[in-house]
């Protein structure tokens, strides 16, 4: 049986090394979002990614496209496609507090460091040597697989929206940018634009300047502010009360007029923002604590501290909490920005199946609304993501799952986090995190267990065979 072909496929020590080589590469690329560029949508970094991918895969003899350096694809076979693996070569900017260098794919005690080894590069070398493990042991399959990688999952997918556009779903699909054993239930989301305009402010103490966040999937590690017309005394005791509690670090110094305030929190998936300190929401409360005049500025400084409190990642103050199957509502404060002139700012919900506008858009909107903040751009909710538990997709994944793992009965989970099959029908999140790994997902100091990339990769190979048998 093809089981045992394959258990004794990935023993080789060789195997190994072929998985971290291909990570290597592509991690060595940095491959954030820029603006675009001709030949590169999504800026040279993600170009670059997908180039190496796709030699990547040619060097391991797979067929390759480049799709309008959107996505490259790897085709397993020449036959009808019956399954379509879906992961992305983009990544988060690095944030600060690396102990290697992010661009640099480092192994340690069986682990790998560099932003991108769990997300979502080395889960697409993985999934390619699952591939290339059918390919090589001629394990019988009437259907083809095709691995789709792409470069903007972390900005809003618009390449596989431009992919779809023009070419069909596959039967069946996952992507392999999430956790094991199977989620079948991607909650909504909800993110708005957000603030408020007033004239020239002449008076002091106030915030004249404010700045935290650099995207809205990954909770904001820094934030700074510079306060007009108070010294670094009058905020030193404030800021030691926020570090002891939050555990942000605060930097002051002196400035013309003023000071300058810098706070470092720690950043984390948007999706799990417990897992972090938001920089923005600390900085929050120890503006909103100076005594400072009463001016629009100040309003609105003490209006987001009372709104976004340090700690409340699950949208209580806004009034927008929630919880059901699928788990609660979370909520991250990621982006601020405020001048003489005015806010903006914005936040990264993620809702749960009971959301709706109603209970969730309309309260958002009317309570920050009694504070004299208006929403810029509402955007509709997207809606939640639900495959049923006992389609033939996720029972075979499942079953798969157990047989690598010995796992009994597992089952199906709802996550946060959007992936790349939010908007496929039937499609769902399969792999690569097991339970009890902290990936470090957005994080400095991203890892990825070598042991489970390879058991991940034994576990697609086991799911193509049964899936396009």
Known sequence: MYEEKIDAYFASSALREDLIQGISRLVGVKSVREEPQPGAPFGPGPRAALDEALRLCADWGFETRDYDHYVGLAQLNDKPTQLHILGHLDVVGEGAGWDTDPYTCVEKDGILYGRGVSDDKGPVVAALLAMRAVRDLNIPVSKNVTLIMGTDEESGSQDIAYYYAREPFAPMA???????????????????????????????????????????????????????????????????????????????????????????????????????????????????????????????????????????????????????????????????????????????????????????????????GKCGIQVLDAREMTATHVVEADSPLVKTLLRCYSDVTGVEDPQPIAIGGGTYVHDIPGGVAFGCDFPGFDPKMHSANEQASVENLLKSAKIFALAIARLCA
């Open 174 to 368: 996952f992507t392999p940018d999430a956790d094991f054993p199977v989620i079948n239930i991607e909650k909504g989301h909800y993110h708005p634009d957000f603030g408020a305009r007033w004239d020239d402010e002449n008076v002091t103490p106030r915030v004249s300047a404010l700045q935290g966040g650099f995207r809205v999937n990954v909770v904001p590690p820094e934030a700074q502010a510079t306060v007009l017309g108070v010294t670094s005394e009058d905020l030193a005791k404030l800021c030691a009360g926020e570090e002891e509690r939050s555990g942000a670090k605060f930097t002051v110094t002196e400035a013309e007029g003023g000071v300058q305030v810098h706070c470092l929190g720690k950043n984390a998936h948007a999706a799990m923002p417990e897992g972090g300190i938001n920089a923005i929401q600390a900085l929050l409360e120890v503006l909103a604590r100076l005594p400072l005049a009463e001016c629009p500025s100040t309003k609105a400084v003490r209006a987001m501290a009372g709104l976004f409190p340090f700690g409340d990642t699950r949208g209580k103050a806004l009034g927008i909490a929630q919880s059901d199957h699928s788990g609660d509502l979370t909520l991250n404060l990621a982006l601020i920005t405020l001048t003489g002139a005015g806010f903006t700012a914005k936040f990264d919900a993620r809702v749960p199946v009971c959301a709706t506008k109603e209970n969730c858009a309309d309260v958002c909107e009317e309570n920050l």
